[in-house]
């Protein structure tokens, strides 16, 4: 593992950049550290740090500092140690120690054991302890050497450090003069007794250097150069994100019992409904920099990307938010930490599917598991969320915030109800993840074809209520959600065309015809349903037969290229750099919601930072791309791919005059979203384009950031929210992969 970091030599400008952004308000771009001035003639310190592992438990690491600048400067280094406290709040509890052994830092606690952090040289070690300072913070006693100490005995020389050379936080100082242009040195070793930091340390760095090096250019190998960098980086990126998070709601709600109380209203606040949350995990994170919490639907895109790596860590991950200490006992999933009653796309199935194929479709055992936990997610789905009972799905903002022209995740006024087109694109897709994981299981146990069937009957209601009760808009040939009267059933469509109407989409699966045609027992079935039910004839295509695909899909053979014509336009979904959450033909001519004679709310196409307060205007759907439902995209055109061939094809671009098959699409759109991260004909990287002119030594040193500017592909929201943007390490595998089938012929 290796990290990088830039620190400014010059103060850093925290007053300057809160004030600038305060000026700039929401129709400015933001403010950035590189805005300032900071890094001005490269006076800057350049740290790299390396870890590899010589055995489980002993961690050789390389920090290189290098002094970026022309004139010789100093830098204090300080690797710490420090243990999470739990002492303060918990009766009883045991506390651990750091102490000094000969120059280096020996840390112990009873389920732990003894590790030693030894560095080379002659550092000072200093000590104090991981507790608040509660003189500064409150005016009170407390522990005479509080966590802070250490910092200000190296900014300002005070006696807050602890002479007995005991504690429970600890660092070794280095002072390190560098010249201009030069760099320094540190060699560290963690490990349960000190071992040498010569030759079997510079082994351990050399063997997982090498080993890292022939494992990622295995993933990938017809990548170029330049991708296979995004790439490594991307999975770099996701694998630092891990993070051990610990939410027990009760106690939260309750108080820790050596602290004061909290508030009463506490308990009937954020959260109170989830006392069952015991969370105390290794998670992925969506972003450990801003967002130190997992979203549930984050992570199941997590997953996905992961299991090209880690298929162990993916499966346990998405096993994990069905566990009874996380999943609600009524069934439904926490979406995040701000509030776990939010409603988040249901993509746990298909990620469960997918990582379960990327692993070699060899975990039946692990796919069962998930299959139960989520089959209790589904029906929280068809209970709460469908309240009509008309399989027309609502849900709330779904996690893409402010796309609509008002706030989904709040009732509508008079008594109005909203029937959400991605709301019930999402539970269809679900059904048809389900449908495809019970089929797989019925390979091995019969029983699940009576589950199978139950998926397909579901899924066809909502085939039927999606394409012919409103939210399919023919004249348009589109989805849009509907408002409607429960009084009397008067709708009005939404004609807002965003990422909401192309999630129906993405609810399609195929099956190996062969593989059905084993289970004549689930044909039959099938085949009774739709004999007495027609109507529902059109939710799917049955084939059975050797070599034949069977597909189900809301979006059928004769809608699918009108859908597509929207999303092959340039002037409206699809961007050089992907597919926009909105469409671009509301850049000059905004969408209005009228409503009882007037226009109540209205929808313009913003292609990167929001300007609407929706959401505390810190999220936008409004025009940027974003890699989730971009790879559920892609996903989707796979699957119509294998079902139609070759003998399918759209004009893409629109206006091109260019006719593409559905696979030719995948790899044209692939590719747009991985050259966001690719140097292009001038040189820049679109992910940097809105960026002065990068440092030559930052060039290839890449952010994967939450979305990406709609028109230039410039990274916007969070910087290093590496999590679903991750996705583009999957794309560029599938692309390697493509490249290979072409030049096999």
């Known amino acids: ?55 489980p438990d002993d961690v050789c690491i390389r920090m290189t500092i290098r002094n970026a ?54 550092p000072e070690p200093l000590f104090c302890d991981n507790e608040s300072n509660m003189h500064r913070l409150w005016g009170g006693d407390g522990p005479p050497y509080p966590k802070d100490g250490i910092n200000d005995h190296v900014v300002a020389g005070a006696a807050t450090v602890n002479p007995a050379r005991t504690g429970t936080k600890a660092a070794l100082h280095y002072h390190l003069d560098v010249e201009g242009g030069g760099a320094a040195e540190i060699r560290l070793r963690l490990s349960p007794e000190r071992r040498d ?60 019992p050596t602290q004061p109380a909290p508030p009463p209203s506490r308990l009937q606040g954020r959260n109170a409904r989830w006392g069952h949350i015991f969370n105390r995990d290794v998670i992925s994170m969506p972003d450990k920099w801003e967002y130190p919490w997992y979203a549930a639907w984050d992570l ?18 998405l096993r994990l938010m069905t566990r009874e200490w996380y999943m609600n006992p009524n069934g439904q999933l926490p979406a995040y930490e701000w509030n776990f009653s939010d409603v988040n796309p249901p993509v746990h199935a298909l990620a469960a599917l997918s990582v379960y194929e990327l692993d070699g479709a060899r975990d039946s055992v692990w796919l069962e598991r998930m299959f139960h936990k989520l089959l209790l997610g ?11 009972g008309d399989h027309l799905f609502g849900g709330g903002f779904l996690g893409m915030d402010n796309v609509g022209p008002f706030d989904r995740s709040e009732p509508l006024a008079n008594g ?62 589109f989805y849009y959600d509907q408002v409607r009267r429960p009084a009397d059933g008067t709708a009005w469509p939404v004609r807002v065309r965003s990422m909401t109407g192309l999630i129906p989409f993405c609810a399609v699966a195929i099956g190996d015809g062969s593989r059905i045609a084993k289970m004549p027992e689930l044909l039959e079935r099938i085949a009774d349903f739709l004999r007495v039910r027609p109507e529902y004839a059109g939710a799917v295509d049955l084939a059975a037969g050797p070599h034949q695909v069977t597909i189900a899909a809301l979006v059928g053979h004769d809608r699918l290229p009108r859908v597509l014509e929207r999303l092959a336009d340039e002037l409206e979904f699809l961007s050089p750099h992907g597919l926009r959450s909105l469409s671009a033909a509301y850049r000059d001519r905004p969408f209005e919601f009228w409503l009882d004679g007037h226009v109540a709310t209205s929808v313009d ?35 119509f791919a294998r079902r139609y061939g070759d003998e399918f094809t759209v004009e893409f671009p629109v206006g091109s005059g260019q006719q593409l098959t559905l696979a030719h699409i995948v790899r044209d759109l692939s590719q747009r979203l991985v050259d966001i991260f690719l140097p292009g004909a001038d040189g820049r990287r679109p992910v940097f384009a809105a960026r002065a002119e990068p440092d030559p030594t930052w060039a290839d040193a890449l952010l994967f950031h939450e979305y990406f500017h709609g028109d230039d592909g410039t990274g916007l929201g969070a910087s290093h929210q590496t999590g679903w943007t991750g996705l583009v390490a999957d794309m560029i595998i599938r692309l390697s992969r493509a490249r290979e089938q072409e030049a096999a012929g």
């Open 1 to 55: 593992m290796r990290w990088r970091y830039a620190y400014p030599q010059a103060e850093f400008p925290y007053a300057d950049l809160v004030a600038e952004n305060a000026r700039r308000g929401r129709t400015v771009g933001e403010y950035e550290l590189l805005d300032t001035g900071a890094f001005a003639e490269a006076r800057y310190w350049d740290i790299i740090v390396d870890y590899a592992k010589a055995a």
């Open 69 to 122: 600048g022309p004139d010789r400067a100093s830098i204090d280094v300080l690797p710490t140690l420090w243990f999470r406290n739990r002492w303060s709040w918990d009766s009883g509890a045991t506390k651990p120690e750091i102490g000094e052994a000969d120059g280096a830092l020996a840390a112990a606690q009873p389920d732990l054991g003894r590790m030693v952090l030894a560095g080379d040289g002659s």
């Open 197 to 256: 930091l010569s030759d079997s340390w510079s082994a351990a760095l050399r063997a997982r250097s090498q080993e890292a090096d022939d494992f990622y250019e295995s993933l990938a190998p017809a990548a170029t150069a330049d991708e296979a960098l995004v790439m490594r980086q991307a999975f770099a990126g996701m694998l630092w994100s891990k993070q051990f998070y610990n939410y027990d709601v009760k106690r939260w709600l309750q108080g820790d």
């Open 300 to 317: 199941a895109f997590h997953c996905v990307t992961l299991a090209h790596v880690d298929p162990e860590f993916a499966k346990e991950q």
């Open 378 to 388: 589904f029906t929280w789905w068809a209970n709460v969320k469908d309240p009509e």
């Open 416 to 477: 109005l109800v909203l029937e959400q087109a991605d709301g019930t694109g999402w539970m269809a897709l679900y059904c048809l993840s389900m449908l495809e994981i019970a089929i797989v299981l019925a390979e091995h146990d019969p029983a699940y074809e009576d589950v199978a069937i139950k998926f397909f009957e579901h899924y066809a209601m909502i085939a039927e209520a999606i394409n012919d009760r409103g939210l399919w808009d023919e004249s348009d040939g």
């Open 605 to 639: 196409y913003e292609p990167a930072e929001s300007t609407t307060p929706l959401f505390g205007g810190n999220s936008n759907w409004r025009g940027p791309i974003w890699f989730p439902v971009n790879y559920l995209v892609l996903g989707a055109l796979r699957r």
